[in-house]
């Protein structure tokens, strides 16, 4: 495949109404081109395959030819014709009636002498032929046939109107897309930081081919200054360009005075100067503080999706694979990492050192370039033939052990796997101090915040669960995403969905003491309620805008991606076939980009049973429409009917469709429910389905483990008989299947399928539960009622469904240790238990709690609170301002990040209104708290009653400073924006979020977070006008 030709498709269907305009990216206005085409001058045609599709927001409407639009002439022109009662002159028999209303009087057969009506009759006539050659008079160009009035031929051509360069001029280019003219071939890059004064200049020269005849070079830019600028044609001279900018696009442009030609090399040199940024995108600097008090300053990268063009100019797409050679000045003090291994320093004038590193063995994407100027520490270790280190400050190496030897384990295990080896010579792995992501897969130099990669000693279980997950991630990286890249942003689930999905496979082997399989079943919950609303969005979905391409990191991309592949595999015949199917993808496609066709494609081909169904005409229903199937289920005599539908929680204004997947639906029933052997399989393609099932069966339960991506509705009948069953006997189910059982009665009640009486008769059967996984589940869903019937007021209500809970899970809470646990799945059980008893005030929780952090108080830090626990014993300390005043000082001072984050969530937890007021200004600030912090701290204040007030109030007055911090679109606002509007129920606090941003226009309101906001309140609103009077009556 060719990389470069992506947009064929979309060019072949360029609709003739619309003018390409990337300028306007508010609704378009009209304009008429033949009064004002003086005003829009002409550029050359554009070379055909730099003609792309844009979204409707960013094209001009021609007055007089949109969809259902006549012109004058044509309007006049079909007026007389109805005059004359012709219906041959219809325009299209879907705007007008099959035949004409008119019908003629049949002649008489004598001569008689006229009457009145006939004189009238006549005068009418005349009256209708000379309008018909008065209309044929003005109207010259319009023929009468068979197929009615053609368009005049007095048409003006649509011409491209361009964009204005900084310097005034036109820019010769108005789309969102780069033109795929010139392909970049390699980058000489030089950078000199100044860490004092935070800038750097920097040197960029791009070897490039010509692809197809042009006379200009579009490429990326952002905030660089440029200084100097030259081109050079194969081995000619280097001759100074101008440099055009066109900054809402982040564009510069050289245009040439000959024209290229394919097949062409070409030279251009870029120098130029730049500010290190102070957000945590492109060439950024950051800053620690050690134990003693001493300040050290850093700089490092993050480019991934659009910040590349921040620290070099370059073709900034996904599909501009390169090779990269990158050259660092720096000061002695601070080491630089790369990509590539260090090939060479040279000593400079000045005491400067000149670190030049070797070039790239592989063509990459831009957003996969990385490089870090700072004073960090490393342990190595070589395996398979790669050198693997681990990077921190100084002062924290001691906690970097772990994450070298599990990332020696997954990448011996990723090696056999694919059967590709790693390509690089070294794989570093960076703790960075300041560091907004849970990392990035940069290759050969992935970066991490420090939560995610260090780990102490004495670490929980729980603790390492989350180090390992996220180096597994980022190690699948190398080979989805590095190796084979998507082809553009709108595919990015083929980076994220495998990346995940590859996480806890790899986890459940090379660690499965980490019991990885309950936290993929819990986000496999998290991203089906999201991708229930109607503002969620397909897997493979169009992307053009800066906002949309950071909208795309999300639970869709990431968590529903895993769970489509999770069910394919499944689903799959015999064990090895996904597993080949990918190794042929990414041997096929190693080095290019693809599109998700390309993955199912290689997926079909290596299909080991004939009677097997294609799996591209199965996955591309779950990946080119949005949201899930609800499949429900009838029983009459021995026939079982399976229906499905759309699972849609909000049907106002959504467009309803006849949406259908091709599930595979797996299912067990009472004679043979736990086994992987007691599974069957029907294959749902259409939209119902029946097969045979003995009388006798009494229960039937769908969706085997929960590994499909579907809801079950099993009617009143059934949800019965399967409470029956978990009452006689709870472990007549797999702990997966009790837990889907609880999400899936929940969700339906959201829909309003079920009562929410239904709900509470299945949770009957939870006294007699004791895993992790349902009780998580039924603990989050109650939870979340819980809190809305609280900062609703509804203050009788909480109070006994506070009573409730407990009486449901007390035994459970009490029984819970307080000491060292080593299950990972027992310490998630009694964290989540733990946590709800304290936050319901459950005294002998809270007694528990205060007791052990006096004990950690008296020992100075010493004596150890067990991972899993410290999260709610500060907590419960942060409730008393003596406390909290303690806790702050051990949050300033505490050198071990888990253990510092949960002390800030620990602070944060307060409902004294002047410390919630100062921990929200302080991670704005970014200074007593670092401002990468900040959604963690807003995710945590809202559980408060007065907290979740405050927050609205906060995000309102400093929107223009977080979207400042944080791009728009990207996961921070979308977690920030979630955070403080999800708990809003009433039709006053709708009415204030819908205000808000509505008037931000460009900044922020048509975000897909906002609308999933407004979605969210809608159907808080909904449920508890549905359910209040249950409630009442039930509690």
Not at 829 to 839: F, G
Not at 883 to 899: K, R
């Amino acid at each position: 495949m060719d990389p470069f030709d992506s947009n064929s498709a979309e060019r072949a269907n360029l609709p003739r109404n619309m003018i390409e305009n990337s300028m306007f990216e508010e609704e378009p206005d009209v304009v008429d081109l033949a009064k004002d085409s003086a005003a829009f001058p002409t550029f050359p045609a554009l070379d055909p395959d730099e003609v792309v599709f844009e979204p409707r927001s960013s094209r001009l409407l021609v007055r007089g030819l949109g969809e259902n639009e006549m012109d004058e002439d044509e309007e006049d022109c079909e007026s007389s014709a109805r005059l004359l009662g012709m219906s041959f002159m219809n325009r299209s028999t879907s705007h007008r009636p099959n035949s004409s209303p008119y019908t003629r009087q049949n002649p008489p057969r004598s001569c008689s002498r006229p009457s009145a009506r006939t004189m009238v009759v006549c005068v009418l006539f005349l009256v209708i032929v000379a309008s018909m050659t008065m209309v044929l008079y003005f109207l010259p160009g319009c023929t009468f046939t068979k197929a009615g009035c053609r368009r005049p031929n007095k048409t003006t051509p649509q011409e491209t109107v361009y964009p204005i360069a900084t310097n005034g001029e036109l820019f010769p280019w108005a789309q969102f897309r780069l033109p795929h003219s010139i392909r970049p071939l390699s980058y000489n890059l030089t950078l000199c930081p100044d860490l004092d004064n935070m800038t750097f200049t920097g040197r960029t020269v791009i070897n490039m081919y010509v692809l197809h005849n042009t006379k200009r070079i579009i490429l990326h830019s952002d905030k660089l200054h440029f200084t100097k600028s030259t081109f050079k044609l194969g081995d000619g001279e280097a001759s100074d360009v101008t440099i055009l900018e066109y900054k809402p696009k982040q564009q510069i442009a050289v245009k040439l005075s000959a024209e290229l030609k394919a097949g062409q090399y070409c030279v251009l040199t870029l120098d130029y100067t730049a500010n290190l940024s102070h957000t945590y995108g492109g060439f950024y600097n950051s800053s620690y503080t050690d134990k003693d008090g001493n300040k050290s300053v850093l700089a490092a990268t993050q480019f991934e999706p659009l910040s590349a063009r921040e620290a070099f100019p370059c073709f900034d797409e996904p599909a501009f694979k390169a090779t990269f050679l990158i050259t660092i000045n720096r000061k002695p003090n601070y080491i630089t990492l790369s990509n590539m291994p260090l090939a060479k320093s040279t000593q400079l004038s000045g005491g400067l050192i000149q670190d030049e590193f070797e070039k790239t063995t592989v063509n990459m994407s831009t957003y996969l370039v990385a490089f870090i100027i700072a004073n960090f520490t490393p342990i190595s270790k070589n395996v398979s033939k790669t050198q693997v280190s681990v990077y921190s400050v100084p002062e924290k190496k001691e906690h970097t052990d772990y994450a070298l030897e599990t990332t020696s384990k997954l990448l011996e295990f990723y090696n056999n796997f694919f059967e590709i080896d790693y390509p690089l010579k070294k794989l570093d792995l960076v703790a960075i101090p300041d560091f907004l992501a849970g990392a990035m897969e940069n290759w050969g130099l992935i970066t991490f915040r420090e939560t995610s990669l260090l780990v102490d000693k004495q670490s929980s279980p729980l603790e390492k669960q989350v180090v390992a997950s996220v180096i597994a991630h980022e190690l699948a990286h190398q080979w989805f995403g590095n190796l084979v890249t998507m082809s553009w942003w709108n595919d990015l689930w083929l980076n994220e969905g495998f990346a995940t999905y590859m996480q806890y496979m790899s986890l459940q082997t090379v660690l499965p003491q980490l019991d990885i399989g309950n936290l993929f079943l819990a986000v496999r919950f998290r991203a089906m309620d999201k991708d229930a609303l109607n503002s969620s969005h397909a897997v493979s979905t169009e992307v053009n805008t800066a906002e949309q391409v950071e909208e795309m990191f999300d639970s869709v991309s990431y968590e529903k991606g895993a769970s489509i592949l999770l069910m394919l595999n499944t689903s799959l015949p015999g064990d090895q076939q996904f597993r080949k199917g990918i190794i042929q993808y990414l041997k096929q496609f190693s080095g290019l980009n693809t599109d998700t066709d390309d993955l199912w494609n290689s997926l079909t081909q290596v299909e080991v049973s004939t009677q097997h169904q294609n799996v591209s005409e199965m996955m591309s229903s779950w990946t080119s429409q949005k949201g899930f199937p609800l499949v429900t289920v009838s029983r009459k005599g021995d026939q079982v009917t399976l229906t499905q539908e759309h699972f849609l929680l909000t049907s106002d204004n959504a467009i309803r469709t006849s949406s259908l997947w091709n599930i595979p639906v797996t299912y067990v029933n009472d004679r043979c429910s736990l086994a992987p052997e007691c599974r069957q399989v029907f294959n749902l393609k259409t939209k119902t389905g029946t097969f045979k099932l003995p009388e006798s069966v009494k229960w039937l339960k769908l969706n085997y483990r929960n590994t499909g991506f579907y809801i079950v509705h099993y009617g009143d009948e059934g949800w019965a008989a399967l409470k029956d069953a978990l009452s006689n006997n709870v472990s007549v189910l797999t702990h997966e299947d009790r837990a889907a059982l609880i999400h899936n009665i929940f969700a339906l009640s959201r829909l309003g399928r079920v009562s929410f009486n239904q709900v509470l008769t299945l949770l009957n059967y939870m006294s007699n539960e004791t895993e992790t996984t349902p009780v998580m589940e039924a603990l989050l869903q109650l939870n979340s009622i819980y809190r809305l019937l609280d900062k609703r007021q509804e203050h009788g209500l909480a109070a006994r469904m506070k009573n409730y809970i407990l009486q449901s899970f007390g035994s459970l809470m009490d029984n819970q240790t307080w000491g060292e646990q080593e299950s990972v799945s027992k310490q998630e059980l009694r964290a989540a238990l733990l946590e709800m008893a304290c936050s319901l005030n459950q005294e002998n929780c809270i007694q528990h709690a205060k007791a052990q952090f006096k004990q950690y108080i008296k020992s100075n830090g010493t004596l150890r609170i067990p991972g899993d626990l410290q999260r709610v014993v500060f907590t419960v300390a942060a409730q008393s301002d003596e406390d909290w005043e303690t806790l702050l000082h051990m949050y300033e001072h505490a050198t071990y990040d888990a253990e510092k984050r949960k002390m800030l969530q620990g602070l944060a937890s307060t409902q004294n209104t002047r410390q919630l007021v100062w921990m929200l200004k302080a991670g704005l600030n970014g200074k007593n708290i670092q401002a990468q912090e900040l959604p963690l701290v807003i995710n945590t204040v809202i559980n408060g009653f007065a907290g979740y007030l405050f927050v609205w109030d906060f995000v309102q007055e400093n929107w223009d400073r977080l979207i400042e911090k944080f791009p728009l679109g990207s996961f921070a606002i979308q977690s920030i924006v979630k955070s403080a509007t999800s708990q809003f129920s009433t039709q006053a606090h709708l009415d204030q979020v819908q205000g808000f941003f509505s008037g931000l226009k460009q900044r922020g309101s048509q975000m897909r977070s906002v609308q999933e906001a407004l979605e969210t309140i809608r159907l808080n609103l909904r449920w508890m006008d549905r359910n209040l009077p249950t409630l009442r009556k039930w509690l």
